[in-house]
C-alpha cells in the first residue's frame, strides 16, 4: 500500500475519540483533570537522513520534529520515548539527543533498543502536557480569520544547499515550543510546517473545510529569489496558525492570508489565483 | 555500541523520575490524580520475525508483546500509536492489528507511516492506565516472598518448532492483562517473561538485590522433555511475580521458588545450584 491507502485503512480501525480521526499531528488523551497530548514519527536512514549525516544531528531532529508537534497543541513536553536501532556513531547519536533533551527542558522516559540488519530506523514518541484547552487542531479555522506564520520559511532549504547562515536551520531544528504554548488559548487552529507551507496551508484549509487565502507579498522567506521552492520546502517548524483578526497575538508572527469560504475544490489561494493539487504544493527532500 | 552499551549511555542522560532508571519494562508517570503506563517497543524483520512472516501475526505479536509490558504493571490500556514501515502485505497487517486491538479491547491512537528502502522496522508505544499503587516494579522481590509463574513455559518454544497444539502460542501470543490487573495490588515484583524465565527471573533478582531459589520440580514446562530449554526460551508472557508467601492470590498460578537474601554472585538459583551467567539463561530467537 502506499502512504495514503494505509492511513486510510487505520482510519477504519477502532480509533480513540483523542486520536482524532488520525486527521492531526498528535492524540488527544484527557485523563482526570489533565490533557495529554502524545506523537510518535519516525526518522529512516534513506528517506529521513543520510547514510552519512552526523547521528548527532539525526538524535536531534528526532528530538526536534515531535516537539514540534506538541508546540502546535501549545504543549508543555513531559517526556520521551526512544525507539532506536544501534548503528554507526551512536555515542554521536547520544551525543545529540542530550543536547536536545537539555536544549528543550524534556527527559527520557523509555523506550526500546534493537539490534537489526540493513538500513537504520528510529522513533519517537513524545508526551506533553496541554497549556491550554481546547487543546488546537488543524481542523478550527473560521471564515474571517487572520492566517499567521511565526517566522520565515525556507531557512531549512538554504541550511540543506550549504549557505552557512543556516545550517544550524536544516541539522539542528528548534521547535516552537514556548511560541506554541503562548498561542495555544489564542488561536483557532494551529500547526507546525513540516513539509513546506503551501501543503501544510493546504491540509489546514481541508481539515477546516474552508480557503486559506495567502498573500504572496506578505509571506516571509528566507530567500526571496528562490520565493516558490521557499514555501514548498519544509523542516523549518514554523507555526501556521488561524485567529481572529483582532487578536492580541502574545508573540511576533507574520499575518500571511485570511480565511474565506470554501472556493469549489481550491482550499488554497494565493494572491487570487487557486492552488488545488496538493503535488505540487510540497516537496520530499534528503 | 552494543545493546547493553548504549543503554548505559542512555541512563547518563537526563531521566524522567518515572522513567525508573531504564532498568523496568515501562516508565510510569504521575499526572494529579492519575498515573499514567507507557511502554514502546520494536520489531524489525529478520530480528524479530522473518522476511516471510504473516504481516498479521507481525502486528498482532506487536501490539501484544507491548500490552505485556503493561499487563506487567496491572495496566489498562487506553491505545496505542504505531510507527510503521510500509512494504510488503499491508494489508494483512491491517487485519492482524485490527484482530489484536478488537482482541486486547484497546484502540488505535495515532502514529507514524513511513515508506523506507530495506529490512522493515515497526515501533508500538502502548498506553495504559494503572488500576494499582505503587505500580509494580521489577525490584520489589522480598526475603521471604514466594516466586509464582501464572503459566507454562515452552508452548511458544513448541508452536515456532511446528507443534501443531501451539502454533497460536508463538505467532498470536496473548497479554496477561486481566491477571495483572487483578495481581497489581498483591504482588511485590511483578515481570511477563519475554525473554525466558530463567533469563527474566535474574533480572528480576538482579533489580531487587535479592536470590531468587527455584525448584525445578516445580516449573510449569509444556514439555518437560525440553525442560531446560523451555525454561531458556521466551515469547510466552506468562506473569512472573513475588509476592509474600500467604498472599491470597487473585488468579491462578504456580509457586516456583522463594526469594531468599543475595547470595554472594548468584540472583537466581535452581535446586540449589547457583546460577549466575546470564548468557546461559536464555537466547535470541526468530
Not at 88 to 96: M, N
Not at 213 to 226: G, K, N
Not at 259 to 275: C, K, N, T, W
Request: some cysteine; overall charge negative.
Amino acid at each position: 500500500m502506499n502512504e495514503p491507502d494505509f492511513i486510510a485503512a487505520l482510519r477504519s480501525l477502532p480509533l480513540h475519540p483523542g486520536a482524532r480521526g488520525l486527521m492531526d499531528d498528535c492524540a488527544v488523551l484527557t485523563l482526570g483533570a489533565e490533557t495529554l497530548v502524545i506523537t510518535h514519527d519516525m526518522m529512516a536512514e534513506g528517506t529521513h537522513f543520510r547514510a552519512d549525516a552526523d547521528m548527532a544531528d539525526v538524535a536531534w531532529k528526532l528530538v526536534a520534529t515531535n516537539l514540534s508537534d506538541l508546540a502546535a497543541k501549545g504543549a508543555e513536553p513531559l517526556g520521551v520515548l526512544l525507539g532506536h536501532t544501534l548503528g554507526r556513531d551512536d555515542a554521536r547519536f547520544i551525543k545529540g539527543l542530550e543536547e536536545a533533551l537539555d536544549a528543550f527542558g524534556t527527559v527520557l522516559l523509555g523506550g526500546d533498543t534493537i539490534a537489526a540488519a540493513g538500513k537504520r530506523a528510529l522513533g519517537l514518541t513524545a508526551i506533553g502536557r496541554a497549556t491550554a484547552l481546547p487543546v488546537p487542531s488543524r481542523s478550527g479555522a473560521g471564515v474571517g480569520d487572520g492566517v499567521w506564520l511565526t517566522g520565515p520559511v525556507g531557512r531549512a532549504m538554504l541550511g540543506f544547499e550549504g549557505h552557512p547562515d543556516h545550517a544550524g536551520a536544516f541539522c539542528r531544528p528548534v521547535p516552537r515550543l514556548a511560541e506554541g504554548q503562548a498561542l495555544a488559548g489564542q488561536v483557532t487552529a494551529m500547526m507546525d510546517v513540516s513539509d513546506g507551507l503551501l501543503l501544510d496551508a493546504f491540509r489546514m484549509a481541508e481539515a477546516s473545510g474552508v480557503t486559506l487565502a495567502l498573500e504572496r507579498a506578505a509571506i516571509p522567506v528566507a530567500d526571496p529569489e528562490h520565493f516558490e521552492a521557499c514555501v514548498r520546502w519544509g523542516d523549518d517548524y514554523e507555526l501556521l496558525f488561524t485567529a481572529p483578526p483582532t487578536a492580541a497575538l502574545p508573540v511576533a508572527a507574520t499575518r500571511i492570508g485570511t480565511v474565506i469560504p470554501r472556493r469549489s475544490e481550491a482550499p488554497l489561494m494565493l494572491d487570487g489565483a487557486p492552488l488545488s493539487d496538493p503535488a505540487k504544493l510540497g516537496y520530499r527532500h534528503g
